[in-house]
């Protein structure tokens, strides 16, 4: 007498182990995970031109001139100063355009100012022609003219 085979039990059970309920789980989170990402995204910049005051603040003018324009590293502009300076608008937009290098170790402004023309010793005003537009340069000299 022979042996009987050995009875194999086939699964024929056609779940995986993973609940019904997960799949469309799974299919979801990868969208669910870019919105939430875009969530944390830099909000746009305002359409339309920046203020004078918008741009003193990102192109960082305060940093030496003061958050107010009271001076600090760099000159005061407040109070009248960036005109008694700079009588003529030209003159201040051309200085903030080229900064001080060109001018380094030789006085600039208006030389019948109040204490004379200013040194421009360090040279250290940048220059912001190639960071700002000519209608933000401006807005910020104007700013500093007649806002502060």
């Not at 030389?111 to 200013?118: F, L, M, V």
């Not at 005003?125 to 003219?145: C, G, H």
Request: net charge negative; aromatic share 8%; with cysteine.
């Amino acid at each position: 007498m022979t042996d009987p085979l050995p009875v194999v039990k086939v699964d024929t059970d056609p779940r995986s182990g993973i609940p019904n309920w997960m799949m469309p789980v799974l299919l979801i989170l990868p969208f669910w995970a870019m919105v939430y990402m875009g969530a944390f995204a830099e909000p746009e910049a305002p359409a339309g031109p920046r203020t004078g005051a918008q741009v003193y603040v990102a192109a960082g003018c305060g940093a030496c001139h003061g958050p107010t324009g009271g001076g600090g590293v760099g000159p005061a502009l407040a109070g009248g100063q960036a005109k008694l300076t700079f009588p003529n608008e030209a003159d201040q937009i051309a200085w903030v355009e080229n900064g001080s290098a060109p001018s380094r170790g030789q006085p600039y402004g208006d030389p019948d100012r109040p204490g004379g023309a200013r040194p421009a010793a360090s040279g250290g005003m940048p220059a912001f022609k190639a960071q700002l537009t000519p209608e933000e340069i401006l807005a910020v000299t104007q700013y500093t003219r007649d806002r502060l």
